[in-house]
């Protein structure tokens, strides 16, 4: 059975920072696209950053850039996030997403399997 679980959402305070994980069950994502998406209330769900299977192009939302850092661990089969300098605006479910295919994609619609999301909440 595929699973996708997320970890390492919570409150923190605005310029702090925080990390998920993403851990993988029934299949190596190593093999495919991952993604990590948000959606905050009121809100689409949103791309914010994407990482290729095998060589190591990345994309980040404009919004993330240079704050955020998204990363393979081959050997543990898990995905991460590191967020820093966040914000209020970062306030969202985090969800992290596999492609059935190896190159990245910002469509959500191109991801076979999501994670049940974690919550990341901003105090300003």
């Known amino acids: 059975q595929v699973k996708l679980v997320e970890s390492g959402g919570g409150l923190v305070q605005s310029g702090g920072s925080l990390r998920l994980s993403c851990a993988a069950s029934?299949?190596?994502?190593?093999?495919?696209?991952m993604a990590w998406f948000r959606q905050a209330p009121g809100k689409e769900r949103e791309a914010v950053s994407c990482?290729?299977?095998?060589?190591?192009?990345?994309y980040y939302v404009d919004s993330v850039k240079g704050r955020f850092t998204i990363s393979r661990d081959r050997i543990r089969n898990t995905v991460s996030l590191q967020m820093d300098s966040l914000k209020p605006e970062d306030t969202a479910v985090y969800y992290c997403?596999?492609?059935?295919?190896?190159?990245?994609?910002?469509?959500?619609?191109?991801?076979?399997?999501w994670g049940q999301g974690t919550q990341v909440t901003v105090s300003s």
């Open positions: 997403a596999a492609a059935l295919h190896a190159s990245i994609s910002r469509t959500n619609t191109e991801y076979r399997y």
């Open positions: 029934g299949f190596a994502l190593n093999s495919y696209a």
């Open positions: 990482i290729s299977s095998s060589d190591g192009i990345t």
